[in-house]
């Protein structure tokens, strides 16, 4: 059986995509998968009810991010994935890059292919791309690993540790989220105005910065005004919405000790730290439907 894990951004998204550090988790909710030999290539995936063949030039992305993932293993037979997807789509909280890592993982268990999960986190870059033309990696990379972690571009992913986990709450404003054209439209503003843009950059670095040692020593409260600082410095990215800013104020108001948007924005999903499980419970209710309670172990 493949599995690739959802990812929450904690700090440090879009900065990403230019070279700068952030900070993700892995969350337990994500993709299964499971490969058999077959008579073709096929891909499901339930619960969407949908039946994909790989065509490296088909008009969906999934036939060819499909096709990209396939044309990494030169000799094998034909395969059918059967996939679960237990993570909404578009949210921010990586769904594509879990697919990836889910089917990569399940060739891999079927072909008798070994390797590392930063490997296969790695080998699963190729279907990003197709979906989001410039992905920085950190959510293949996170879906596949897992744990809490700092991600720079193109550098080996360092690991945080701490004996206190993160309680964290995970809300979604149901507005569909299109990572690609949140992408292109940070880009298009650092082309524009790249002093205001760069800066913004560097703030958000230097929050990355102390938030891992927030982390590393278990400084939550501390971490919590860092998650709100970062919710403000993309908001003036443009990237918030009045429903994502409405969410984090409920959250903070219910007693979270930070919440911020998480992912691309312009819709998706935010999240709140809660200081221990009782107001976790108490914020998930607040946040409504949808929301859920992802502990973890940093
Ligand atoms: C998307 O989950 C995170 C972004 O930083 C894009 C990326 O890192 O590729 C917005």
Redesign the pocket.
């Known amino acids: 059986m493949g599995f690739g894990r959802g990812k929450v951004?904690l700090l440090g998204?879009?900065a990403?995509?230019h070279g700068f550090p952030a900070i993700a988790v892995g969350i337990d909710r994500g993709v299964t998968a499971e490969a058999t030999i077959g008579r073709a290539d096929l891909l499901r995936l339930a619960p969407w009810g949908l039946t994909i063949q790989p065509d490296p030039h088909g008009s969906e992305p999934l036939e060819r991010a499909f096709a990209a993932v396939l044309a990494t293993y030169p000799e094998r037979p034909p395969l059918r994935i059967d996939a679960q997807v237990e993570l909404p789509a578009g949210a921010?909280l990586?769904c594509s890059a879990a697919i990836g890592v889910a089917v990569l993982d399940a060739i891999d268990a079927a072909l008798g292919v070994q390797r590392s999960r930063e490997a296969l986190g790695a080998a699963a870059l190729v279907w990003e791309q197709v979906f989001?033309g410039n992905?920085?990696g950190?959510?293949n990379t996170m879906s596949a690993v897992g744990g809490v972690a700092l991600f720079r571009r193109g550098q080996p992913l360092e690991p945080l540790y701490s004996n206190k986990p993160l309680h964290l709450v995970i809300g979604c404003t149901e507005e569909p989220s299109s990572?690609k054209e949140?992408?292109a439209s940070v880009a298009r503003q650092l082309r524009e105005e790249p002093k205001r843009v760069e800066g913004a950059f560097e703030a958000i670095e230097s929050l990355v910065r102390n938030a891992k040692v927030a982390i590393e020593t278990g400084d939550h409260v501390g971490l919590g005004q860092l998650l709100d600082l970062n919710h403000t410095i993309l908001s003036s990215l443009m990237l918030c919405t009045t429903k994502l800013d409405a969410m984090c104020r409920a959250a903070r108001a219910a007693g979270a000790l930070g919440a911020k948007m998480t992912?691309?924005g312009g819709g998706g999903c935010m999240f709140a730290l809660a200081p221990k499980p009782e107001e976790a419970r108490r914020i998930r209710d607040v946040l409504g439907q949808g929301a859920f309670i992802a502990e973890v172990s940093p």
Request: glycine fraction near 18%.
């Open positions: 951004i998204e879009h990403v995509v921010g990586g989001h992905p920085s950190v959510d990572t949140m992408v992912g691309a």
